[in-house]
Every structure is written in C-alpha cells, then in structure tokens.
C-alpha cells in the first residue's frame, strides 16, 4: 500500500513554541491531505481537510490561526501548532488521499506524538 | 463530527477466542472501513465493505453491513496476542469527502 510519513515522530515543547509537523506521501501524489487529533483512549477527530495549492478547511471549532495548514506540493503537507500550550497535547495523525488512483482510501502518516510543557 | 458509534467499547479475550465489535452510524454511506490501531500508533486499513454488500471476509477478519440497521459488525476469529490493538470503523457519509470515524473498540487479547 502507499505510505505516509511524519516528522518528527514525537516532540516535547515549552508552552508558547511554535511547533511544525510534516506529512508526506512517499509513493504517490496526494491531492488530498487530512489532520487529525486524537486524546489518550479516544477516537480519531478531524481538525481540517486540505487540496494542494489551496486553503486548507477547518473543521468547526478548530482554530485556523492556531494550527497552521501548508499544503504546498502534492506530497507534503505541514502543521504548524502556534503558540502551543499544554492542552495541545495530542497526537497528531496525518493522512493523504489521491482522488485519480483510489479515492475511497485514506493513508495514514504513524502520528507525531506533541507534549508540551 | 463522528460518525459511527462502537458497542462494546473495550473486550478482553483469551487467545485463540473470536472477537466481534460492533459500529453503528447516522447517515447514508458509500462503504463502510475497518481500520486497526496499536498503541501510540498510527492507523492501518483492515476492511472495507460496499453499502451494496452484506458481507466480506479478507483472512480472520469478517466484516457485515446492515444499511437498514445503518450497523455494521467485524469478527476477529482465532484471535492471536498481535490482535490487541484499538479498532475503529469509519465512512464517508453521502456528500462529504471527510471520512468520519467511530469511538473505538480497545480490544485485549490474553495470551
């Protein structure tokens, strides 16, 4: 199957960094890409949706200043959490879609794994 | 939004028993996924099954869709230690390109 990745896998932080994740589809082009959060024992939650070249749509109550989406080529998408505080902490999971070749499927990225303290 | 629901959320099972979870969801659907995760890690497709299909099976894993039930089952048969994991379905309801997934089912597999 196709493969995500993500870096850094995990990241400790002071509150108040900035912090960038990247995602990158290594075996295709993503024309699609997702972010998603997730909290300890809970599910996956979408935080926002993004097509290369375009503005990335925010989920509702997901703060667009706040975690900054770049989805600049067709295989690397970033986010940037800003001004991070300790309620950020998740784990953050990317996935990458290709709409030509299988637009039902999703790739997930193995989640970079935030801490802030 | 979350889509699906999943009842039981937790199960501990011995080896070599068969593990059923359930996942329920509000709207219309294309398909239906099945995707596992293990701890602190990311997610890994399993299954998926067509709103046009009853069943599918792919290994020790069966999964059944009821669309008039709006539910959907996966069956883990002769379960193994390396099945311990969190199990989720997701879908992409009718019109949304976002696929939305259920709470989870934390499944235990004693060796």
């Known amino acids: 199957g196709a493969v995500v990745s993500q870096h850094p896998s995990w990241v400790i932080c002071k509150s108040g960094t900035s912090v960038k994740i990247e995602c990158r589809s290594l075996?295709?082009?993503?024309?699609?890409m997702f972010w998603y959060r997730q909290f300890p024992k809970q599910s996956l939650m979408l935080m926002a949706t993004?097509?290369?070249?375009?503005?990335?749509?925010?989920e509702q109550g997901v703060e667009k200043d706040k975690f900054l989406i770049n989805h600049a080529s067709l295989t690397l998408s970033t986010l940037t959490v800003t001004s991070a505080h300790p309620e950020d902490s998740s784990f953050y999971i990317c996935?990458?879609?290709?709409?030509?070749?299988?637009?039902?499927?999703?790739?997930f990225g193995p989640g970079t794994r935030l801490t802030v303290l | 939004s979350q889509q699906g629901e999943e009842d039981p959320q937790a199960l501990s099972i011995q080896e070599g028993e068969n593990a059923t979870m359930n996942c329920s969801y509000k709207t219309s659907i294309n398909n239906l996924q099945w995707y596992r995760q293990n701890s602190g890690r990311g997610l890994v497709h399993l299954i998926l099954i067509r709103s046009n299909e009853r069943e599918k099976h792919s290994g020790r894993l069966r999964v059944t869709l009821d669309t008039s039930k709006k539910s959907s089952s996966l069956l883990i048969t002769a379960s193994r230690a390396a099945d311990t994991a969190s199990y989720f379905c997701?879908?992409?309801?009718?019109?949304?390109?976002?696929?939305?997934f259920g709470k989870g089912n934390q499944v235990v597999v004693i060796p």
């Open positions: 997701a879908s992409y309801p009718y019109g949304n390109n976002r696929l939305a």
């Open positions: 993004s097509n290369e070249g375009s503005k990335a749509t925010y």
């Open positions: 075996d295709f082009q993503a024309t699609t």
């Open positions: 996935s990458a879609r290709d709409h030509q070749v299988l637009p039902n499927e999703q790739f």
